[in-house]
C-alpha cells in the first residue's frame, strides 16, 4: 500500500541552528502538507503546497519557514533558525485532489536543545 | 473558541463493551469531516470522510455519522487492538483541517 515517508524519524537540533526535514508523497498525489503536533496537544496546519506554490498557511507559519519541492518526489520543510518551542513532531501529508482523502506519514520529531 | 470539539477526551471500556465518540463543529462551509486513528508516536491513520449531514461510513468495528453540527463515531464491541487516540478534523474553505484535540480511547481486555 503507498505510504507518505519522512525522514529523519527524529533529529536533534541546537537553538539558532537550520533543519530540513523530508517527505516523500504518495506517487499519484498533487497536494502536499505540513502539520506539527507539540507533545500532548492537537495537530496543527502549517501549510499547503499545490503547483510548486503554497496555496495556504498558518500564522504559525512564519518567516522562519520554507517548503520546497526539490524534485519529483520530495518535499521539504526547512526551519532557519530554530527556536525551543519549535520542538515538536512534524507531519507531512498529501493527498490526490484538493478534498478528500489526506494520508500522513509517521513523522519527524524534531528536539531543540 | 475551539473549531473542533471532540467529547469525552478520555474513555475507558471493556473489551465487548459499544460506545460512541462525539466530534461537534462549527464551520460555516464544511467540505469535509476527517476521522483519523492516532497511536502514540505515530501519525494520524486515515480512517473515514464525510462530506454532509446524513452520510454514514463503516469499518470494521467502527462507523461513523454526520449530522449538521456534529459526528459521531460508534464503536462496536471493541477490542484492546483498538485503543488508541481518536481525532476528528473538519475542512472548511481552504486546504487545511483543523483537528481536534482527541478522544484517548482505552479497552480493557
Known amino acids: 500500500e503507498p505510504e507518505v515517508t519522512q525522514t529523519p524519524s527524529h533529529q536533534v537540533t541546537q537553538m539558532g541552528q537550520e533543519v530540513i526535514l523530508r517527505c516523500v508523497p504518495i506517487?499519484?498525489?498533487?497536494?502536499f502538507y505540513w502539520y506539527r503536533q507539540i507533545l500532548g496537544q492537537k495537530v496543527e496546519f502549517l501549510v499547503s503546497?499545490?503547483?510548486?506554490?503554497?496555496?495556504?498557511k498558518s500564522e504559525i507559519f512564519d518567516d522562519q519557514f520554507s517548503v520546497e519541492r526539490p524534485d519529483g518526489s520530495n518535499f521539504t520543510l526547512k526551519i532557519r533558525s530554530t527556536k525551543l518551542e519549535d520542538s515538536a513532531m512534524y507531519f507531512c501529508?498529501?493527498?490526490?485532489?484538493?478534498?478528500?482523502?489526506?494520508?500522513f506519514g509517521e513523522g519527524s520529531r524534531l528536539t531543540v536543545l | 473558541e475551539d473549531q473542533v470539539t471532540q467529547s469525552p477526551e478520555a474513555l475507558r471500556l471493556q473489551e465487548g463493551e459499544s460506545s460512541s465518540l462525539n466530534c461537534s463543529y462549527t464551520?460555516?462551509?464544511?467540505?469535509?469531516l476527517f476521522w483519523y486513528r492516532q497511536d502514540p508516536g505515530k501519525g494520524p491513520e486515515f480512517l473515514f470522510t464525510?462530506?454532509?449531514a446524513g452520510e454514514e461510513k463503516e469499518k470494521e468495528r467502527l462507523k461513523a455519522t454526520l449530522t449538521k453540527k456534529e459526528s459521531f463515531l460508534h464503536i462496536t464491541a471493541p477490542k484492546p487492538e483498538d485503543s488508541a487516540t481518536y481525532l476528528c478534523?473538519?475542512?472548511?474553505?481552504?486546504?487545511?483541517?483543523?483537528f481536534g484535540k482527541g478522544t484517548h480511547l482505552i479497552i480493557q481486555p
Open positions: 501529508a498529501s493527498r490526490q485532489g484538493g478534498t478528500g482523502e489526506l494520508f
Open positions: 506517487s499519484n498525489h498533487l497536494y
Open positions: 503546497f499545490y503547483n510548486n506554490e503554497i496555496s495556504e
Open positions: 464551520v460555516s462551509g464544511l467540505r469535509g
Open positions: 464525510l462530506y454532509s
Open positions: 478534523a473538519v475542512q472548511e474553505g481552504a486546504d487545511g483541517l483543523t
